[in-house]
């Protein structure tokens, strides 16, 4: 399993690499047949307080590619909702994959 972080006016962070590798690790032991992750960081500026650090996960796996994306204060919460999301669409991929 690959993971690449790309960063778009955000200073690199090995801690937020760190924590979004251990949240896609679960993913990936949950769900072997994905075998890549690309995984952007980016800011915006927002009238709100709550919003404006954004988190995007793509994953290569069979058939098209997932991508999941949210907006918070922070990047940890960002990356945590954005797993939460894929962990969704996991979900969904393999019961259509058992059903076939």
Known sequence: MKTIF???????????????????????NKYEFVIRADVFFKT????SD??????????SAPGPRLFAESSHDNFRDAISETINELNRQLKKRKDKMKSH
């Open 50 to 59: 709550e919003t404006g650090m954004i988190c995007g996960i793509r994953l």
């Open 44 to 47: 915006e500026n927002t009238s």
């Open 6 to 28: 790309e960063y778009n006016d955000v200073t690199a962070s090995e801690s937020l690499e760190a924590f979004a590798n251990e949240k896609l690790e679960s993913l990936f």
